[in-house]
């Protein structure tokens, strides 16, 4: 089992910026892709970005396009989600995946399905 654990959400004003990160258990943590989904309250879990195992890949939410960064520091096991020019609907809990599945460097799932382990989540609240 892959164990996650989520850091960095909080409270921001519209337009801030604030860096979430995804901490993982194992190194193998680094040859998996990651994505960052989110769920707001009375909304379903949607995808918002995702990077391959090498960071040769990465994929987001038309949504986040232009504001939302996503990266990985293999020395860390960590992959992070840099949030920038935040809007009140980017409120909900962020949540980051990972499968174990054997994959290419450039396998950047984006279906929730796709992905086996999850941490606990971490709230991110913008205030307008």
């Known amino acids: 089992q892959v164990h996650l654990v989520e850091s960095g959400g909080g409270l921001v004003q519209a337009g801030g910026s604030l860096r979430v990160s995804c901490t993982a258990s194992?190194?193998?943590?680094?040859?998996?892709?990651v994505g960052w989904f989110r769920q707001a309250p009375g909304k379903e879990r949607e995808f918002v970005a995702v990077?391959?195992?090498?960071?040769?890949?990465?994929d987001y939410a038309d949504f986040v396009k232009g504001r939302f960064i996503i990266s990985r520091d293999d020395a860390k096991i960590t992959v992070f989600l840099q949030m920038n020019s935040l809007k009140p609907e980017d409120t909900a809990v962020y949540y980051c995946?990972?499968?174990?599945?054997?994959?290419?460097?450039?396998?950047?799932?984006?279906?929730?399905?796709?992905?086996?382990?999850w941490g606990q989540g971490t709230q991110v609240i913008v205030s307008s």
């Open positions: 995946a990972t499968t174990n599945t054997y994959s290419s460097r450039f396998y950047a799932p984006v279906r929730a399905s796709e992905f086996s382990y």
């Open positions: 194992a190194r193998t943590f680094n040859t998996y892709p």
């Open positions: 990077v391959s195992r090498s960071g040769a890949t990465t």
